[in-house]
C-alpha cells in the first residue's frame, strides 16, 4: 500500500482525525459526523445518500475505506454459528467466526492476513504472514458482520488468523477505537487477545494497561515439546513467558488464561496434565488460574490428531484435581469448518497461489 493511501484509510481514523481529515478537505466539518455513522453502519459511498454527490465521489476516488466485503458465508445448521470469508481491498482473505451465546454475540476476527509464527497444528501459518491487517479492515471484520447478521455484536476475541501482538501498533490502535462509544462500543473487558507468546510485547501491553482479558496459547508444559510444535519458545521460553505472565497479572490486576491444544501423543498424557498443573501454579498461584483445554483441529497438511473424547475428560479433570480451572472449547460450528485458516487455506489453492 502507498502511503498516500494509508494517510487517506478513513476507517482507521479516530473521529477528530476524521473531522481534521475532513476539513482540509474543505468539506464542513459536520460532514464528519456524517461519514462516521456510515461507516460504522458498514456503508458503501454510494450508500451515504445524505452527503453531497461531489464529496461522495471525491471519497470514492481519494481515499481507502478499507471495509472488507464478503467472499463466502456458511451458516452452521446446528447451532447458528457464522463463518465469514472477509476479501480485503487488495484481494487478501482473512476469516472470522460469529458465535452465538446467551449473553450476547461474539465474534472471533483476524489480524493479520497469515501468520509467520509457524505453529506446527496450525492452518494459518502454512504460507507464511502475506501482510498485517490495518486497524480499519479488524474493525471492517465487525462492522460488515454485525450488517451481515442485522444484530449488534458485543464481545471480540482475537484468536482468528495471525499472531495480534506481531501487528502491536494497528491492534492497539484497533483496540482504542472498537470502544468508541459512537462507534462500535465494545469496550475493553468484552475483548480477549490470544497470543503464542511475544514477551517483549507482553511487556509493552502491560504498560497500555488496558481491561482486556490476555489468553496465551501453551500448549506443552516442558520446553523440549513447546518447542517441537511452536517455534517461537526457541526466542522465548516457557519460563521466560510465565514470568511475564506473573509480572502482567501483578501490574494489571487482569486475569491471564491459558490455551491448551491436545494433540493425540503428543501433549495430552495424565503425566503432561500433572507438569501442567504444577508449572501453572509455581509461576502465577497468586492468582485463579483458568485453562482452556481445545482438541485440535485436525490440518490434513500436519497429520496430528484429535485425543480420544476420554483422555481430554480425564486430562480436563485432573487439572481439577489440582484446582485449576478447566474447560473444555466447546466446539461451535462443527458442520463448516468453523477452525479458522482453513477457508483462507482453501480459497488459496483454489486460486493456485
Ligand atoms: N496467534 C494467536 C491466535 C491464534 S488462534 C495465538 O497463537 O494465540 C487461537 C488459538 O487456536 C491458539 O491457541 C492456537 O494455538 C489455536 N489453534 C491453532 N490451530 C489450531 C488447531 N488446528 N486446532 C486447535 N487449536 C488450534
Redesign the pocket.
Given at each position: 500500500m502507498t502511503d498516500k493511501a494509508k494517510n487517506t484509510d478513513i476507517l482507521s481514523m479516530t473521529r477528530e482525525e476524521l473531522t481534521d481529515f475532513v476539513e482540509a478537505m474543505g468539506v464542513p466539518s459536520f460532514r464528519a459526523n456524517q461519514l462516521w455513522g456510515w461507516m460504522y453502519k458498514g456503508a458503501r459511498i454510494e450508500e451515504m445518500t445524505n452527503l453531497p454527490e461531489s464529496f461522495r465521489k471525491i471519497l470514492a476516488q481519494q481515499v481507502l475505506y478499507a471495509l472488507p466485503t464478503v467472499a463466502k458465508k456458511q451458516v452452521s445448521s446446528i447451532d447458528g454459528t457464522v463463518k465469514l470469508l472477509f476479501r480485503l481491498y487488495d484481494g487478501q482473505h482473512v476469516e472470522s467466526v460469529v458465535m452465538f451465546y446467551e449473553h450476547g454475540i461474539s465474534i472471533c476476527i483476524s489480524?493479520q492476513a497469515g501468520?509467520r509464527?509457524g505453529?506446527k497444528?496450525?492452518?494459518?501459518t502454512l504460507h507464511g504472514k502475506d501482510r498485517d491487517l490495518l486497524p480499519s479492515e479488524m474493525l471492517g471484520q465487525i462492522v460488515v458482520a454485525q450488517r451481515e447478521i442485522g444484530q449488534r455484536i458485543s464481545g471480540v476475541v482475537?484468536?482468528?488468523?495471525?499472531?495480534?501482538?506481531?501487528n502491536y501498533d494497528n491492534v492497539l490502535r484497533f483496540l482504542h477505537l472498537v470502544s468508541a462509544p459512537d462507534g462500535l462500543n465494545i469496550g475493553a473487558r468484552h475483548i480477549s487477545l490470544?497470543?503464542?507468546?511475544l514477551v517483549d510485547k507482553i511487556r509493552m501491553l502491560q504498560q497500555e494497561n488496558l481491561q482486556i482479558t490476555l489468553?496465551?496459547?501453551l500448549?506443552a508444559c516442558d520446553d523440549q515439546k513447546r518447542s517441537a510444535i511452536?517455534p517461537v519458545n526457541n526466542r522465548w521460553n516457557i519460563q521466560t513467558l510465565l514470568t511475564a505472565c506473573s509480572d502482567y497479572f501483578k501490574a494489571t490486576g487482569r486475569r491471564i488464561s491459558f490455551?491448551y491444544?491436545l494433540i493425540a501423543g503428543v501433549n495430552d498424557s495424565a503425566e503432561d496434565a500433572l507438569k501442567l498443573s504444577k508449572l501453572l501454579t509455581r509461576y502465577m498461584g497468586n492468582m485463579p488460574i483458568h485453562v482452556n483445554l481445545?482438541?485440535?483441529?485436525?490440518?490434513a497438511e500436519?497429520g496430528?490428531n484429535r485425543s480420544a473424547a476420554k483422555s481430554v475428560e480425564e486430562f480436563k479433570n485432573l487439572l481439577i484435581s489440582q484446582r485449576i480451572n478447566a474447560t473444555v472449547r466447546r466446539k461451535l460450528g462443527a458442520d463448516i469448518d468453523a477452525?479458522?485458516?482453513q477457508l483462507r487455506h482453501q480459497k488459496r489453492e483454489e486460486e493456485g497461489s
Open positions: 489480524s501468520c509464527m505453529c497444528f496450525c492452518a494459518s482475537m484468536m482468528g488468523i495471525g499472531e495480534p501482538l506481531d490470544s497470543t503464542c507468546g489468553s496465551i496459547s500448549h511452536m490455551e491444544t481445545i482438541p485440535v483441529n485436525p490440518v500436519r496430528f477452525s479458522c485458516g
